[in-house]
């Protein structure tokens, strides 16, 4: 992990229920003013305001995002969240500020520190090691990372868990919920419980660093035999619930490669895709985050440095296979394959009206173009991102056809939209088809 520039300002993270209450309470508090106010100029101007526009301001977005950030835990990743997979639904304003979520975290003080690492690894931990850097080299939503070296001459990256994030999952992703409700962005009708319940799961198990660790551990053997990439090592005696040990492992960040040739912007994209479609087929087994801080790029060996294994997923065999299908019969226009893989996984039944499957189906084969276009496919010269925000738009305006499809899809789409997005800033040319192929007979 490369240093990265951490914001100056650090507070403590609340811990407490009670804490992290009165920090969602001043955040309600200073929303309901402000809209009380937005209320009331656009009364005296002669308009009727809606709940929804009075909440979805910028001024009530920096309001959110500030406790947020302050907050960590669940509460910030929901947020970051809504900000990478929903920022097109949201005004622009909102979506701008809400994307500071992604790197805004404010670092936990020293103090904070030392009384986390003393709770996992005992009073006289500093006895340890040589030398442990204070200032992280990464902060985010649920931990920030510190590079130390270990008497015996290990050079390690330790990802340090925020206090109170694990207890304060269920009541941070049902508040979050609260606000898009509140926002009138989702439907009344639509029933978001099992994707409540399966984001606290997953949030559950991302806090989880003892499982993280396995996930690293597992990448590491199945990526053995495939020099281009490179998985940290763990280092179990220093890795507790809280606490990751990880051996430290320099690289620049792959968005900062935009200036490089073409041909090694491609080589570093053509690596991922493959890679994706190891996990999804091969492995059944996927980190699923697309955060492009999960990548580093090391500039003398070329390879691709993967970070960040807590939000791993297993996929099912019959997912994948389902998957093949439906990419088999995009390339070859076959609409009913298409249809009964798309029913097969999930994202329509028996009873969807004709005119959304059609559309869905639309929907498929705009985002398969680059799987159905013969030769280099280049990310940095397609609409195709633009395309599909208008029609999923389209349909999602559709209201009779609001359907939440299986988990395993939503969080498959994370990592392929993350995937284009970073293809698509480096401008990169990837034969995905040929890529592809050897997997699909």
């Known amino acids: ?3 990265k520039i951490i914001p100056l300002n650090s507070s403590a993270v609340p811990s407490t229920r009670l804490g992290r209450l009165v920090r969602l309470g001043t955040m309600a508090t200073g ?9 009331a100029q656009q009364l005296a101007q002669g308009k009727r305001p809606k709940l929804s526009d009075l909440l979805l301001t910028p001024a009530n977005a920096l309001k959110v995002t500030q406790q ?9 990743k929901v947020g970051q969240l809504i900000s990478m997979d929903a920022g097109d639904l949201l005004p622009p304003e909102m979506a701008d500020i809400l994307a500071r979520l992604r790197s805004d975290a404010h670092a936990m003080p020293q103090r904070q520190v030392q009384a986390v690492l003393s709770a996992n690894w005992g009073a006289k931990w500093q006895q340890r090691f040589e030398s442990f850097s204070f ?4 902060a985010a939503s649920i931990g920030q990372v510190h590079r130390a070296t270990t008497l015996d001459g290990r050079d390690l990256a ?5 206090p109170g994030v694990r207890k304060s999952i269920s009541s941070d992703v049902n508040n979050v919920a609260s606000l898009l409700r509140m926002s009138g962005l989702l439907p009344k009708t639509l029933d978001i419980a099992p994707l409540l319940t399966e984001a606290k799961r997953q949030l559950r198990d991302e806090a989880d660093y003892q499982a993280e660790g396995a996930h690293l551990q597992r990448f590491g053997q199945l990526l053995a035999d495939d020099p281009r990439f490179v998985v940290p090592a763990l280092h179990a005696d220093f890795t507790t619930k809280n606490v990751l040990a990880m051996t430290y492992v320099a690289g620049v960040p792959v968005e900062s490669m935009g200036g490089a040739p073409q041909a090694e912007r491609d080589h570093m994209l053509r690596m991922l895709v493959e890679l994706l479609f190891r996990e999804l087929f091969e492995f059944g087994l996927m980190q699923t985050d697309p955060n492009f801080a999960n990548y580093r790029y090391d500039l003398q060996s070329q390879q691709i440095i993967l970070l960040d294994f807590g939000a791993t997923r297993s996929f099912a065999p019959a997912l994948g296979q389902a998957y093949k299908e439906l990419m088999s019969a995009t390339l070859a226009a076959n609409r009913e394959a298409m ?4 029913m097969a996984i999930g994202y329509f039944d028996a009873g969807t009206q004709p005119k959304h499957v059609a559309s869905v189906l639309d929907l498929f084969a ?8 013969d030769g280099a496919f280049d990310f940095g010269a397609t609409d195709m991102a633009q395309r599909l925000r208008q029609a999923g738009m389209d349909l999602g305006l559709e209201r009779d056809f609001w359907h939440i499809p299986p988990i395993d899809t939503l969080f498959l789409h994370r990592k392929l939209g993350g995937l284009f997005l970073l293809a698509a800033r480096l401008k990169a040319r990837v034969p995905v088809r040929q890529l592809a192929l050897p997997h699909l007979t």
Do not use: D, H, W
């Open 1 to 3: 992990m490369a240093p």
């Open 31 to 39: 929303v309901a003013g402000n809209m009380l106010m937005a209320g």
């Open 339 to 342: 249809a009964k893989a798309g």
């Open 366 to 373: 705009m985002a398969l173009e680059p799987l159905c276009f």
């Open 68 to 76: 947020l950030s302050q907050m960590r835990g669940a509460a910030m």
């Open 158 to 162: 330790i990802k340090i868990q925020y």
């Open 135 to 138: 200032t992280p080299i990464a």
